[in-house]
């Protein structure tokens, strides 16, 4: 059974079933399933309709299949989304009618124990998402050279304290490796102090994050194998939550505009009202942006 904390509440709904134009008899990959929030939504607005979903995370994968039990139609597929076209071929299909990518760290993710996302646990850095694979946050913020943290810190997190940071993780690394997410957000704290409302390790955590799981090479991979996926007139929408991701959909969606590939539907990306920031407060950096097939 899924503990109630971990249920993750899918952003913009109503949207994404606008958007995709979800119809009777379609065929939909949910290519970050998570735990199944959208695809459930999906699944019960279509009726009768295929839903392929998608996620490189073991445990995601289990804890959708429990919450789309009895749902007809289903097919889940541990692997990761830049690999959607293999994945939906291996299943028989040659085309789809929509594609959801819901980007970036989920509450499964955060709030499992022993994942090493959250800089509010006492927990051994990882954040992989996959955890088959080798390189952990830990390799990354205990082997990379200084020069190497500073620079990913920066591109990745948009931090201005990079190179101080970098600095201070080194100094540290020197004494004995930085093994927990507390260490780390401890030794980020006292580098820079806290500014602002966010917690100052936030955009460190972000950048270490995307660093490991590969996550915006995946998202330009995914860009471009899910257009090419479509069925003439099918959907691709991506839900984004900071400007790094955002910036990404919006030039390869232009790119495949001018190419004669994608019309886009969302001039400038859907968010969320008021009342769903209110309810959701994760979703309130959330970007909604919509291409169509041509």
Do not use: W
């Not at 079933?17 to 009777?24: D, I, M, N, Y």
């Not at 790119?255 to 990306?269: N, S, V």
């Amino acid at each position: 059974m899924l503990e109630p904390e971990i249920i993750h509440v899918p952003v913009m709904p109503e949207e994404v079933l606008e958007a995709l134009k979800v119809r009777e008899n379609g065929i939909y990959v949910d290519a970050t399933v998570g735990t199944g929030g959208h695809a459930e939504y999906i699944l019960r607005r279509a009726g009768r309709c295929t839903l392929i979903g998608i996620d490189r995370d073991e445990k995601a994968i289990e804890t959708a299949a429990g919450r789309l039990k009895g749902l007809e139609n289903v097919h889940l597929v541990r692997g990761n989304y830049s690999d959607m076209g293999s994945i939906v071929s291996n299943l028989g299909y040659a085309g789809v009618s929509g594609i959801l990518l819901d980007i970036g760290v989920s509450a499964l993710h955060l709030k499992s124990e022993g994942r090493g996302f959250s800089f509010l646990r006492d927990e051994p850095l990882d954040m992989r998402m996959d955890q088959a694979q080798a390189l952990t946050a830990r390799d990354v913020v205990n082997t990379y050279p200084e020069k190497d943290l500073a620079g990913l810190i920066y591109r990745y997190g948009e931090e201005r304290h990079s190179r101080r940071i970098a600095r201070a993780i080194v100094r540290a690394r020197r004494r004995k490796p930085v093994e927990s997410c507390r260490e780390l957000a401890d030794i980020i704290s006292r580098a820079i102090g806290r500014r602002g409302r966010i917690h100052p390790a936030t955009r460190t955590f972000q950048a270490i994050r995307i660093e490991v799981n590969r996550e915006l090479e995946e998202l330009s991979a995914a860009i471009e194998e899910g257009v090419s996926l479509l069925e003439k007139g099918g959907r691709l929408c991506v839900l984004s939550y900071h400007s790094l991701e955002d910036r990404i959909v919006k030039n390869a969606f232009k790119k495949m505009a001018k190419e004669g590939r994608l019309m886009i539907i969302t001039g400038k990306p859907l968010v969320p009202g008021q009342a769903e920031q209110r309810l959701n407060p994760s979703s309130r950096s959330a970007k909604l942006r919509v291409g169509e097939r041509i």
